[in-house]
C-alpha cells in the first residue's frame, strides 16, 4: 500500500517530438492515399489531444512501413484496380456519346450553340448563345470556340482559340458532349 507521500508511477508525458512524429506520419499517409480525408483530419485531432505514446501508436501502427511486404503490395493492387475501374468508367462513357456528324463543306462554317440562328442549336443551359464553330480549311477540320463561358473541350482538353479535330474526337460544348463522325 502506498502512503501519500510515496509518488505513484504514471507513463511518461509525450514529447513534442514524438507528437511531431505521428502528425507527421499521418500527414505522409494522407499524401500516400492511405488515409482519406475524414480519417486524417479525425486521427489529427486524436493526435493533439492524446496522452500516453500508445494513444499515438495506436493512430499510426497501419501506417507504418513492414519492410516492403504486404502493405506495399495492397497498396499497389488498389491502385491498380482503381485506375482501371477509372479507365473502364472512360471507355463506357465514350462508346456511350452520341455521334456529331461533320457538316458538309461549304463556305461558311457551322455555328454551335444555344441560339436559334446557329446551324447546330444545342439547348442546354451550359451552352452559350454562340458558342462554336466548325469549319473546313485547307483539307483539316478545325474547332474554334466563341469565347464561350463554359467552354469547349475536344478529348477532354480545353479549347482555346482553334484546334484540328477528326472523326473518332470527342468534343464537348459546356456539358454537352459528343463523339465526332465522318458521314
Known sequence: MTSPFESQTHPARLSDAER???????REGAV??????????????????????????????????????????LFGAVERMSAFTLRLGRAWQAERLPKLLLPEPGPYPLRIGRDPVNGLRLSHETVSRLHAELSLQGGLWMLRDLNSTNGTTVNGRRVTGTVVVQPGDMVSFGRMAFRLDAR
Open 20 to 26: 511531431d512524429r505521428a502528425l507527421e506520419m499521418l
Open 32 to 73: 500516400q492515399g492511405k488515409l482519406s480525408h475524414d480519417t486524417f483530419l479525425r486521427r489529427m485531432e486524436l493526435a493533439l489531444v492524446a496522452r500516453r505514446s500508445d494513444e499515438l501508436a495506436a493512430l499510426t501502427d497501419d501506417l507504418r512501413e513492414d519492410g516492403g511486404g504486404w502493405s506495399k503490395r
